[in-house]
């Protein structure tokens, strides 16, 4: 993820994260958002109630490499919308940012499974009731 | 939405933005969260990273009438995995209980569409570029 404003603390606290569930997930700091997309190298899309619907765009993402959601604040430089490739919406209300990620990146990928990611200390065992941790509790 | 410690000031915002754009959302306050559940008239499913994966849930709440989602902060009283009928996982890593709440919402109700919701004052037209409102703009 390429964070504009940069925010180191957040960006270690995401590290902590990754280092003790696993996986691949970096916060890098962009001072200047524009290079970040004018340069990307594949797909950009950003999410905003304002443009075409989900189910519209999504069959034109399908033969792409690389994909870059792009989700601003409350408001957002109108180049944005000219720099994207797509203006996409999840819905056409307002709503929160996160929660238009969530719902693109599980349409883009599907929902994560259970099974250890490669790198964790721990995992999970899915549980009907309470919780199950397996692996190096760490200090806890 | 059921709101446990109840925000007032969320409540009223929340209400401006559905008097702009319609819709029956309402945040109501909950003094008390375990009456709300132990109470609803349908089936209680908790969002939790520690329970079964969504794909395995989902197909047995197809013929559920109402269903209350119920998704909580950093530490969760563990009587709320007894007290749902359901633990269901989004994904088995830590992540935002926004997100969570977003992809459950769409996989029970897909996105919404574009359509003007009645009773609002004002809606989108999705446009490949920029922005389009149509309707009152209020004091805009």
Redesign the interface.
């Known amino acids: 993820m390429f964070l504009h404003p940069p925010d180191p603390e957040l960006a270690r606290r995401v590290a902590a994260?990754v280092d003790r569930?696993?996986?691949t997930f970096e916060v890098l700091p962009a001072e200047e958002w524009r290079p970040t997309v004018k340069g990307f190298d594949g797909v950009v899309v950003h999410l905003t109630?304002?443009?075409?619907?989900?189910?519209r765009v999504l069959p034109r993402l399908t033969r792409a490499r690389r994909i870059l959601l792009v989700v601003g604040g409350a408001k957002v430089p109108?180049d944005l919308?000219?720099l994207a490739q797509?203006?996409m919406?999840?819905?056409?209300?307002?709503h929160?940012e996160?929660?238009?990620?969530?719902?693109a990146l599980?349409?883009l990928l599907g929902?994560?499974?259970?099974l250890a990611?490669p790198g964790a200390k721990q995992?999970?065992l899915?549980?009907?009731?309470?919780?199950?941790v397996v692996g190096d509790r760490g200090g806890r």
């Open positions: 994260v569930w696993g996986g109630m304002y443009g075409l619907p989900l189910d109108p919308y000219r797509y203006n919406a999840v819905g056409h209300q307002p929160s996160v929660a238009a990620l969530a719902v599980e349409r929902v994560p499974g259970p990611i995992h999970l899915p549980r009907a009731r309470g919780k199950r």
